[in-house]
């Protein structure tokens, strides 16, 4: 997977290919090459999401103020 793919890939994809490859390692009877290659490329998929969530996360934990600036918000948690 070059860098153009996993940047135009939504995070639904790259979730959907990561659960493939996680059903496929459970079934049990890959070589071990190719379960050398599968890890490998749900580590890519993997950093993919993460890389996705944090750019939502980071959107998400600005608010605009009546004015059009920007401040932090902050989640209350209970």
Known sequence: ?????????TFEQAM?????IVE???EGDV???KAIEYYKEGMK???VCH????SVENEMTEIM????E?????VEEE
């Open 45 to 47: 998929l993997s950093k």
């Open 1 to 9: 997977m070059s860098n153009q793919e996993e940047k135009e890939m």
């Open 31 to 33: 070589p071990l090459e």
């Open 65 to 68: 103020k009546d004015h059009g």
């Open 51 to 54: 890389g996705k969530l944090q």
């Open 24 to 26: 496929k390692l459970e």
């Open 70 to 74: 920007t401040e932090p918000y902050h």
């Open 16 to 20: 959907n290919q990561l659960e493939g």
